[in-house]
């Protein structure tokens, strides 16, 4: 449940930082081994393209 929710979280914007608090992680990476990419690839490249537009 936690990865599922650290992944939702920052899979909708919400910055890394907040993410760690509310995790309750002291350090960054410990919240980073948490989240996964749960988008497909071609809703990633998307994602990446608006980016960089």
């Not at 939702?8 to 509310?22: A, K, Q, T």
């Amino acid at each position: 449940m936690r990865k599922t929710y650290a992944s939702n979280l920052n899979s909708c914007g919400v910055p890394l930082d907040c993410i760690r608090e509310m995790m309750g992680h002291n350090n960054l990476n410990t919240t980073l081994g948490y989240i996964y990419n749960p988008l497909t690839g071609e809703q990633t490249y998307d994602l990446i393209t608006k980016a960089l537009q």
